[in-house]
């Protein structure tokens, strides 16, 4: 295992390359073992904090036959064999960001009763998630929503649309922009992501 030294611009131009191969070469060559390293170093930290012995995941693309991806990932999650259907964590790109997640995607089984959770629970959840953290309805786009400017009535839109519409997700986490320094510090970065799913552990718990 390649050991993680932070992001490079270059990384973020991968992005901007034309064709679905070149696109996914560069995407394998540079970007994928830089997250799996990233993902394999904090699986030992999530699974003591979350008491489930994560997995790292790296985003394989494999279903692409055309357009290539603008964004990827790694995920970690309780299961050897995949993550789409569990509650997970990312790590990912896009051409202008990075972001580090909880992820309760599409695939999820349990996305009702956690929203039905989430909404009992609807005052903890926004003390647990702090000001500068952000929020995402679709891990297929880069819009995110921040965290100050999600109120009582806003939460509960987005968790009955989770609760009630098939293709719903919730998202939370950080971005940081490509330009952040922090990216390009490896042990810095991790540490970032380290104290960020701790932050989130109690939205993990909550899928339980």
């Known amino acids: 295992m390649s050991e993680f030294n932070g992001f490079t611009q270059q990384d973020f131009d991968v992005f901007s390359i034309d064709g679905l191969e070149d696109r996914m070469e560069a995407l394998r060559g540079n970007i994928s073992p830089k997250l799996e390293a990233v993902a ?43 993550y789409k259907k569990l509650p997970h964590f990312q790590i990912g790109m896009w051409g202008t960001h990075v972001f580090v997640w909880f992820a309760v995607i599409y695939e999820s089984p349990i996305k009702e009763d956690f929203a ?16 500068e953290f952000v929020w995402s309805l679709d891990h297929t786009k880069p819009d995110t929503i921040p965290h100050n400017e999600v109120d009582d009535e806003k939460l509960t839109q987005m968790l009955d649309r989770l609760k009630t519409v098939k293709k719903a997700e919730l998202l939370c986490g950080i971005t940081l922009d490509r330009d952040d320094e922090r990216l390009q510090d490896g042990q810095r970065f991790i540490d970032l992501c380290r104290n960020t799913f701790e932050t989130l552990l109690p939205l993990y718990r909550y899928t339980k």
Do not use: Y
């Open 40 to 82: 394999t170093e904090l699986a030992p930290d999530l699974t003591a904090m979350t008491g489930d012995e994560m997995f790292a995941h790296v985003a394989k693309h494999a279903r692409r036959t055309t357009n290539p991806p603008n964004d990827t990932w790694a995920a970690l999650a309780a299961n050897k064999r995949g």
């Open 116 to 131: 039905k959770t989430l909404l009992k629970n609807q005052e903890e959840v926004q003390s647990i998630v702090p000001d």
